[in-house]
């Protein structure tokens, strides 16, 4: 059974950064997109970042919030998706999942294109 479990969520103080984690077992890591999606309280889950599964070519794409301030990452070897939160504020508080997708490039956005979700990391960004 596919399990992906998130960890680094936290309590940090706005303009500070912090580093996600999600380790996938059960998992054909190489052949999944790994995304970040997120939502806050009382609002609908977003999508933040995706990492690209390398045989449909790698890299990554990010949501126009965040572009500037968080990177998304792979290790296959270890089958890690690592997600850098830079320069944090207020509107990034949210929970956010580490989800799996084998769906073509042109729907890596939408979260019902996500097969295997993890349960969360809560981040919260103090004023």
């Known amino acids: 059974q596919v399990h992906l479990a998130e960890a680094g969520g936290g309590l940090v103080p706005a303009g500070d950064s912090l580093r996600l984690s999600c380790k996938a077992s059960?998992?054909?890591?190489?052949?999944?997109?790994m995304a970040w999606f997120r939502q806050a309280p009382g609002k609908e889950r977003e999508f933040v970042a995706v990492?690209?599964?390398?045989?449909?070519?790698?890299?990554?794409r990010l949501a126009p919030s965040v572009e500037g301030r968080f990177t998304i990452s792979r290790d296959n070897a270890k089958k890690i998706v690592y997600l850098q939160m830079n320069t944090l504020n207020p509107e990034d508080t949210a929970l956010y999942y580490c989800?799996?997708?084998?769906?073509?490039?042109?729907?890596?956005?939408?979260?019902?294109?996500?097969?295997?979700w993890g349960q969360g990391t809560k981040v919260t960004i103090s004023t």
């Open positions: 990492s690209i599964r390398p045989v449909t070519g790698g890299g990554s």
């Open positions: 059960d998992l054909g890591f190489r052949n999944y997109h």
């Open positions: 989800a799996a997708s084998r769906a073509p490039l042109t729907a890596i956005r939408p979260s019902n294109m996500y097969r295997h």
